[in-house]
């Protein structure tokens, strides 16, 4: 039978707790079991522990960032804040924390729990609010435009409908998606009446994961630039999505 350690996480970000906060969440979708989480208040951020059930002290870690980073996922979208769990289990990284979102018991309370059901019922979807929250907490421009396309992409590759059109290529893949949320072009959400877009973001992403696309100051420019406008689509693509999206998604065999 595993053995049971107590795990601590640091997760940074502009975040906290007027005071501890205690509850149980179910984890798990094999032999599930309720684990005691415990959520205080730090320097920069909050710290969190909860017990894990593992073979060994790396194993145990692994699945406490696993099951804490899905939790995560779901709250970076929701309160739409960068939040960096550390895998060195308590070391914070240092932000501008002036200002801080106050989290109550019931967000995290439904942050575990709707992590776990999307992990079970909508795994395209979980992947695509994870790619959201690497994106926000990577300091690095490119590699945030590049997450925010995947999250973008990864939902769309999967979910656009079948036809002449879509048979094309991710953009178009993607534009369907848009218009299943949103109908009309001219009523995208974030780049209206700009369908380009798309075909602008995809050929900056292409350019740079193939290489044909020199990474120098004038293509930073152009990231820092188009960066805002990616990230906001990707968050307005994502939110109505949880609402409107294909949920549950069909069943995956192998």
Not at 40 to 61: C, F, P, S, Y
Not at 125 to 137: D, H, L, Q
Not at 220 to 236: M, S
């Amino acid at each position: 039978m595993p053995i049971e350690w107590k795990v601590t996480l640091a997760v940074s970000g502009p975040i906290t707790v007027e005071q501890r906060t205690t509850f149980n969440a179910q984890k798990g979708s094999e032999n599930p079991f309720w684990s005691k989480i415990q959520v205080t208040a730090a320097q920069h951020g909050v710290k969190i522990e909860l017990v894990a059930r593992a073979d060994d002290q790396e194993e145990a870690n692994e699945a406490a960032l696993y099951f804490v980073g899905q939790a995560l996922d779901y709250l970076c979208l929701s309160i739409n804040l960068p939040l960096y769990v550390s895998l060195s289990g308590t070391q914070f990284r240092p932000i501008n924390d002036n200002v801080r979102r106050i989290l109550r018991t019931n967000d995290w309370k439904n942050c575990f729990q709707q992590s776990r059901r999307i992990g079970l019922e909508r795994r395209t979807f979980s992947r695509s609010i994870s790619w959201y929250r690497k994106a926000m907490v990577s300091e690095n421009p490119i590699d945030s435009f590049l997450s925010y396309w995947s999250s973008i992409e990864s939902l769309s590759s999967k979910f656009a409908r079948d036809n002449p059109r879509t048979q094309n290529g991710i953009i178009n893949k993607i534009c369907d998606c848009f218009d299943q949320l949103w109908k009309f072009s001219d009523l995208w959400k974030v780049i209206p009446d700009q369908a380009n877009k798309v075909n602008e973001f995809h050929k900056l992403r292409n350019g740079i994961a193939h290489g044909y696309i020199s990474v120098d100051i004038d293509t930073l420019k152009i990231i820092t630039r188009e960066l805002p406008i990616i990230k906001n689509l990707a968050y307005e693509f994502l939110k109505e999505w949880e609402c409107s999206g294909i949920n549950p998604e069909p069943e995956q065999h192998a």
